[in-house]
């Protein structure tokens, strides 16, 4: 199954309408100069006006859209090809047509089109100028100048704002795919990753500034059992709950995420005694917490601390604080543990 983009035909059939319209503009001031032909007509109106419409039909009925439009692109550039010979190689329309074309190739977003569409538009300029006899009538007279400016300010301007508009839709997705890399969906917590990172940073200004600095882990006691009994919906609401509190209850400057299942990690600015006192008040909200709707769903915590080593790194600040949080853990559960590093 083709994962390329089905939309491709309306993204370009405006701009196509667009373009070949506005191109009609020159190719008929030069046209009624050169007092061309029939059939000359014929070809700059079938192409600049039926073809648009044809192409977008060949394209939404196809099996796969995408590569029905890129084939749309590369006749495009055949009808490109097509007109300079016509207009008998004038300078300024045949310069501002090949270039129009080939920037709908780039502004299409599909690999190396404009480089694949030239042998067509080679090809259909030696066709057309061997059955036109190659006649060359170069300058570009005032109002072939003037029929230029409409598709040289518009399209441009229109592939100008589609351009921004595709920008502005990548940056606000890659703030998008940031701000998933950095948040926990479930908690709304720090993601691991993103967490470490602040981490590390925290515990260089510790060192540099030697200011307090506590990491508090948590861990939710016996939390496959709660899920085992009340369903793994219930044990969402336990992770939520705990992440809620943790934002409420312990104070301002604290970095709290999730390290992964029922395990939290928090950086508090603060020396150890304030942070056994802030440790036990979320330990306390956390036994008070109530589930609306599910009797009998309670939780506690186990909480491990370690203020941050001096000179030392991440690896050793976390061991610290799982060593504590071990010790809670074999206690009895529900408790704080704390241990200063030496």
């Known amino acids: 199954m083709s994962v390329r983009p089905r939309f491709l035909p309306r993204l370009t059939y405006r701009f196509r309408v667009l373009g070949?319209?506005?191109?009609?503009?020159?190719?008929g001031v030069v046209l009624h100069d050169l007092d061309a032909g029939w059939l000359a007509w014929a070809w700059v109106l079938g192409t600049c006006f039926a073809w648009p419409h044809?192409?977008?039909?060949?394209?939404?009925?196809?099996?796969?859209?995408?590569?029905?439009?890129?084939?749309?692109?590369?006749?495009?550039?055949?009808?490109?090809?097509?007109?300079?010979?016509?207009?008998?190689?004038?300078?300024?329309?045949?310069?501002?047509?090949?270039?129009?074309?080939?920037?709908?190739?780039?502004?299409?977003?599909?690999?190396?089109?404009?480089l694949k569409a030239l042998p067509g538009t080679l090809l259909a300029m030696l066709a057309v100028?061997?059955?036109?006899?190659?006649?060359?009538?170069?300058?570009?007279?005032?109002?072939?100048?003037?029929?230029?400016?409409?598709?040289m300010v518009i399209h441009t301007l229109a592939v100008s704002a589609n351009l921004y508009r595709l920008m502005r839709r990548v940056q606000q997705q890659n703030q998008q795919l940031e701000e998933l890399a950095r948040r926990d969906s479930l908690t709304g917590l720090d993601s691991r990753g993103h967490w470490q990172a602040q981490a590390?940073?925290?515990?260089?200004?510790?060192?540099?500034d030697g200011a307090p600095s506590m990491l508090l882990l948590i861990d939710i006691d016996h939390f496959k059992a709660i899920n085992d009994r009340f369903g793994h919906a219930a044990g969402d609401d336990v992770l939520r709950t705990l992440a809620a509190l943790v934002r409420s209850t312990l104070p301002a400057g604290q970095v709290a995420g999730r390290l992964g299942g029922d395990e939290f990690a928090v950086l508090l600015p603060l020396g150890q005694a304030a942070a056994e006192r802030e440790a036990?008040?979320?330990r306390e909200a956390v036994q008070a917490a109530v589930f609306q709707g599910?009797?009998?769903?309670?939780?506690s915590i186990s909480l491990g601390l370690a203020e941050a080593p001096e000179g030392g790194d991440l690896r050793d600040w976390m061991e610290a604080a799982d060593q504590a949080l071990y010790r809670a853990k074999h206690g009895g559960r529900n408790r704080t543990e704390g241990r200063v590093m030496d």
Not at 294 to 299: R, T, V
């Open 20 to 27: 070949m319209g506005l191109a009609a503009l020159p190719l």
């Open 54 to 114: 044809l192409a977008y039909l060949l394209a939404v009925r196809s099996r796969d859209p995408y590569a029905a439009e890129a084939r749309n692109f590369l006749i495009d550039s055949v009808f490109a090809g097509s007109w300079v010979p016509l207009v008998h190689f004038n300078l300024l329309p045949s310069a501002v047509l090949l270039t129009v074309a080939t920037a709908d190739k780039v502004n299409s977003g599909v690999p190396r089109l404009w």
């Open 129 to 151: 100028g061997l059955a036109t006899g190659f006649a060359v009538d170069y300058p570009s007279r005032t109002a072939v100048v003037l029929a230029c400016l409409p598709i």
């Open 200 to 208: 590390r940073r925290q515990l260089e200004r510790s060192t540099r």
């Open 280 to 282: 036990e008040r979320l």
């Open 294 to 299: 599910q009797p009998g769903l309670a939780f």
